[in-house]
């Protein structure tokens, strides 16, 4: 939440922008997290490149053209069998994590690297400020990436000075300490290039966001460690190997 000092920033345009672009490119990336996606979806989802998904525009990213080989590869109309890999997938990445990169910021922030943990509440104190909360937190924790790019998309259509201001505290504090490696990790052990796609897309777009706030704000960022670094400063060991279906870059493309 803003704090008494912080300054009251947000231009006229940055607002508008927020109010009617940037909020619903939030709940896009959430939708995308939120569930696999079926036939109807896949198709809607065809009639636009990625790049013109989003009222604000990527800038050296590699997520849109993965995306978008992704969806052309998929049958017209997309078949059961592309489906149920699709499902697999997300079961691997969403529910059973299979591929240790959790969609739950208390995996990636806590000392006993488990889920439930401070990051939860410390999400509820967020989302109590602004009238928000998890539906039902046992099956999905109040820290869970769907539910904190809701909440941001919340704060962007408030769109007020304080409110702004918040959009980038959170995601200098919260998201944006995990989405990277989150993302990285998906990106290397997944099975689909369309989930590949989907967690770089989601780490690129909230780092462009950040730095727009920033630019066009006037919000300098706050320093946090990363999970990354946070794992350096407990000597975590490593995870046991897993299959690294996919390395953009690095393995070959679908």
Known sequence: MAETGEPKVA???VRAALAEHIAEDLETLALLHDREPAGPMIEELRLLPVAEWFGLRLS??????VIDRALALMPVPVDDAT??????DYADIYLVDSLHA??????????????????????????????????NWRRRADDHLVLQLRFMAR??????????????????RHTLRWIHTFAERVAARCATPWFAGVAMLTADYLETLRGWLEEAAGIDRERHPTS???AEMRRVEPDEPVREAYVPGVAPGW
């Open 11 to 13: 231009p006229a345009g």
């Open 83 to 88: 489906l149920d890999e699709l499902a697999a």
């Open 228 to 230: 990354v670094e946070l």
């Open 102 to 135: 959790s969609p739950s910021e208390s995996l990636w922030l806590e000392n006993e690297r488990l889920i439930c943990q401070q990051s939860m509440f410390d999400m509820r104190d967020w989302y109590a400020h602004y009238g928000y909360e998890a539906e």
């Open 60 to 65: 050296k990213s590699e997520a849109p053209a």
């Open 155 to 172: 704060l962007a259509a408030l769109a007020t000075p304080d409110s702004t201001i918040d959009l980038a505290r959170f995601l200098d």
